[in-house]
């Protein structure tokens, strides 16, 4: 059996819309909490998969979390022999730091519902599926584009929202994986971040019963396409 391991930061921000797609590619999922404590010795070139998940910390907080350089370690390995990886908003920062790019706070919060701009580089890989859809935005950070990368989708607050390295690393800075019925764990773990930002709640919701149904089906066509290619 395949095996996919996801590293986690927050319970509630997992594989999500993500998880059945793996199960019906025959993976066998396993998560590793990275509040527990990473396993320095880890064999991160075993699984058929590494994801990694998102987060409220930043890459440049190694000394606060020890965990965040072993997966920038990780993520290094994992690059340099080709072996299928995808990172998602933390996730991506950590690939970005892995690939020499610099990681920093963007213009502003991006938090809610807002749709992809996808580049002409875009029109023949998954993530060419995400163009019909709205996408889930909530980031503070992010960074350069790494060399050599091929930036795959925009917004206007942040430029580098899905880049890919080669057909086997991918990374989005937005939540492809989010499942519109998980909002109130989000609002409810991120609730002083949503005050801090001003964010309005109720229309967090609305927007969530409006766009969710279509994203997880985008998201589901996406990795169907990305994993059948790996």
């Not at 996919?4 to 793996?22: I, M, N, Q, T, Y």
């Not at 023949?124 to 163009?131: A, Y």
């Amino acid at each position: 059996m395949k095996t996919v391991v996801a590293v986690r930061h927050v319970h509630f921000e997992d594989l999500g819309s993500l998880e059945p797609v793996l199960a019906e590619f025959g993976f066998e999922i396993k998560y590793l909490d990275a509040g527990g404590g990473l396993p320095e010795n880890y064999d991160w070139l075993k699984p058929d998969l590494l994801v990694l998940l998102g987060g409220p910390i930043g890459v440049h907080q190694e000394r606060e979390y020890p965990f965040v350089a072993t997966e920038v370690r990780a993520a290094e390995q994992r690059i340099k022999s080709q072996r299928l990886l995808l990172g998602i908003c933390l996730g991506a920062q950590v690939m970005a730091r892995a690939l020499g790019s610099r990681v920093y706070p963007g213009p502003r919060k991006e938090i809610g519902w807002k749709p992809l701009s996808l580049t002409a580089a875009c029109e023949n890989t998954p993530v060419r599926h995400f163009g019909a859809s709205s996408m889930f935005h909530w980031h503070g950070d992010t960074f350069d584009l790494p060399a050599g990368a091929t930036l795959l989708a925009s917004t206007d607050v942040c430029a580098n929202q899905v880049y890919a390295w080669g057909e086997r690393t991918l990374a989005f800075q937005c939540h492809p994986e989010f499942r519109a019925g998980q909002i109130d764990h989000w609002l409810i773990g991120h609730a002083c971040e949503l005050d801090a930002a001003g964010t309005d709640r109720q229309r967090l919701r609305e927007d969530c019963a409006s766009h969710g149904g279509k994203l997880e089906a985008a998201s589901r066509a996406a990795f169907q396409d990305w994993l059948f290619r790996g």
